[in-house]
């Protein structure tokens, strides 16, 4: 499955944004999809996850309350809703899927097999 992120841009702090991810050649049932950044010198890092069949979610803590992941069964799409944002969250975001991600790993770049290409999010002070 090949994955489309979208929805980056530039921002000023306190502003929001809203990313897409959506699946070509497959839909997300029975996938958890993720959503990963990566900002310059920095590791990749999980920022939320959402399993499609359940809707249950997961995510880091610094974007706990500011972000909001979730999922349009008719757009076969998953969002990323990023409010509140700071110039730390100024990153790289990608969406990440697979079908064998188990709860326990949610969290690891590694259980992700397929990814989309990155789009920029670029928050200013």
């Known amino acids: 499955v090949q994955l489309q992120a979208s929805g980056g841009g530039l921002v000023q702090a306190g502003g929001s944004l809203r990313l897409s991810c959506a699946p070509s050649g497959d839909t997300f049932r029975g996938y958890v999809v993720g959503w990963f950044r990566q900002a310059p010198g920095k590791e990749r890092e999980f920022v939320a996850g959402?399993?499609?069949?359940?809707?249950?979610?997961s995510y880091e803590d610094s974007v706990k309350g500011r972000f909001t992941i979730s999922k349009n069964n008719d757009k076969n799409t998953v969002y990323l809703q990023m409010n509140s944002l700071k110039p730390e969250d100024t990153a790289v975001y990608y969406c990440?899927?697979?079908?064998?991600?188990?709860?326990?790993?949610?969290?690891?770049?590694?259980?992700?097999?397929?990814w989309g290409q990155g789009t920029q999010v670029t928050v200013s002070s």
């Open positions: 959402i399993r499609w069949n359940s809707g249950l979610t």
């Open positions: 990440a899927a697979d079908r064998n991600v188990i709860l326990s790993s949610i969290r690891n770049t590694r259980a992700y097999d397929y």
